[in-house]
C-alpha cells in the first residue's frame, strides 16, 4: 500500500490543455441586429476586406419578412466602433429575378488586373439559389455581372489575379444523392464560366465534413500556397453542425491539393454560437491579414458577427 502510496506521489501531473490556434474576441458578439439603424432580425455572413487602411464588412441582412440584403458596415481597427450604413448598399433587384428570394453569403475579393472589388453572392429566387457576381470599387455603387452558375449553387469566391489569362473561381454545386463538393471553374471575362474541375470533396462515412463541404473565406495566398477555409456539415440526430477546416492549394495551378486538415479547426461551442435563428453554426464569409494575423469575421448561429484571430503560421503549420 504505502509502495503505490508512493508511485501516486511520483506521478508526473497531467499536461494542461493546448492554446486553441484560433482565439475567440473577448467582446463577441461584435455586431447584432441591435446595432443596426434601420429594423431588421439577423445579420450574419458577412464578406470582409481592408480599404484604405479601415476593415469593411458587407454584412448578411435578413428583414422581417425573411428576405436577405448586404449592408455596408466600417471599423478603423477591425474590432470595434463600427459605422453601419443606413441603408441596404445591395438589395433585391426587380431587374434580377433571380434575387427575388434574397441576396445572400457574399465573398469579397480584390482583382488586381481588373482595379476593383469582385462580390460573388447567392441569388435567391423560386428557382433555387445560384451564384451571381457583382463589382464595385467604393462600395457605395455596384455594377452586378449577373448569374455566373445556375442552381443549385452556393459558396463562391474568386482568386485575387488570373491564371494563363483567365480568372478562376471556387464554388460549390449540390447533386442529388451525390454530396456536396468543391468546384473550380474559369472565366475570360467574369461573365462565361466554364472548364468546371473537382478539386476538394467531401469525406464519406463519420467524419465531420463527410457528405457537404463549401467554400468558407476566399482563398489566401500564402508563400506556401492558396489558403483555403472551408466549412463542413455533419448531420446528427439533433440536426446540422457546421464546423470550419483548412486546405492548401498550389499557388501556380489551384486545382492541385497539396494538404488538408483531418480534424476540424473550429466549431459551435459558445452560446451565442449555439443557439440562434440557426443552432450549431460557425460560419465564415471573410477573413482579413493584418500583420500575419488572421481575422477571421464569422457567424454565430445565423443571429450575429463574430471575430476570431489566429496567427498565419499557426495555420500553415497544421498543413504540413
Known amino acids: 500500500m504505502a509502495k503505490r502510496i508512493a508511485n501516486a506521489r511520483r506521478a508526473k501531473p497531467r499536461r494542461a490543455a493546448r492554446k486553441p490556434i484560433i482565439v475567440r474576441h473577448e467582446g463577441n458578439p461584435i455586431l447584432t441586429a441591435a446595432d443596426w439603424p434601420y429594423p431588421v432580425n439577423t445579420v450574419f455572413n458577412a464578406a470582409a476586406a481592408i480599404v484604405d487602411g479601415e476593415t469593411v464588412l458587407l454584412v448578411r441582412v435578413e428583414d422581417h419578412s425573411g428576405v436577405s440584403h448586404l449592408t455596408v458596415a466600417r471599423s478603423a481597427d477591425g474590432v470595434g466602433g463600427w459605422r453601419v450604413g443606413p441603408r441596404p448598399a445591395l438589395a433585391p433587384s426587380p431587374a434580377h429575378p433571380e434575387e427575388a428570394w434574397g441576396v445572400e453569403d457574399p465573398r469579397l475579393t480584390w482583382l488586381e488586373e481588373a482595379g476593383c472589388f469582385a462580390i460573388a453572392y447567392t441569388a435567391y429566387s423560386h428557382r433555387g439559389p445560384l451564384v451571381a457576381l457583382a463589382t464595385t470599387r467604393d462600395f457605395k455603387t455596384f455594377k452586378r455581372l449577373g448569374p455566373a452558375l445556375p442552381p443549385e449553387n452556393k459558396d463562391a469566391a474568386l482568386f485575387p489575379t488570373t491564371f494563363g489569362g483567365e480568372w478562376l473561381m471556387l464554388h460549390r454545386p449540390v447533386t442529388g444523392g451525390f454530396g456536396a463538393h468543391i468546384w473550380l471553374s474559369r472565366s475570360p471575362d467574369l461573365v462565361h464560366w466554364g472548364e468546371h ?27 506556401k500556397g492558396w489558403l483555403i477555409l472551408y466549412h463542413g456539415v455533419r448531420n446528427t440526430c439533433s440536426g446540422a453542425i457546421y464546423r470550419q477546416g483548412l486546405a492548401l492549394l498550389d499557388l501556380a495551378d489551384p486545382t492541385k491539393v497539396l494538404a488538408r486538415t483531418g480534424d476540424w479547426l473550429f466549431g459551435p461551442e459558445a452560446g451565442y454560437e449555439r443557439v440562434g435563428d440557426v443552432g450549431n453554426v ?15 469575421y464569422y457567424a454565430g448561429a445565423d443571429s450575429n458577427v463574430c471575430l476570431a484571430t489566429a496567427r498565419l503560421g499557426d495555420l500553415l503549420g497544421l498543413l504540413r
Do not use: H, M
Not at 460557425?282 to 477573413?287: I, K, M, Y
Open 197 to 223: 474541375e473537382l478539386v476538394l470533396q467531401a469525406r464519406s462515412g463519420p467524419y465531420w465534413d463527410a457528405g457537404k463541404i463549401g467554400l468558407s473565406a476566399p482563398p489566401l495566398r500564402t508563400n
Open 282 to 296: 460557425v460560419f465564415c464569409c471573410g477573413w482579413t491579414l493584418v500583420d500575419k494575423e488572421v481575422r477571421l
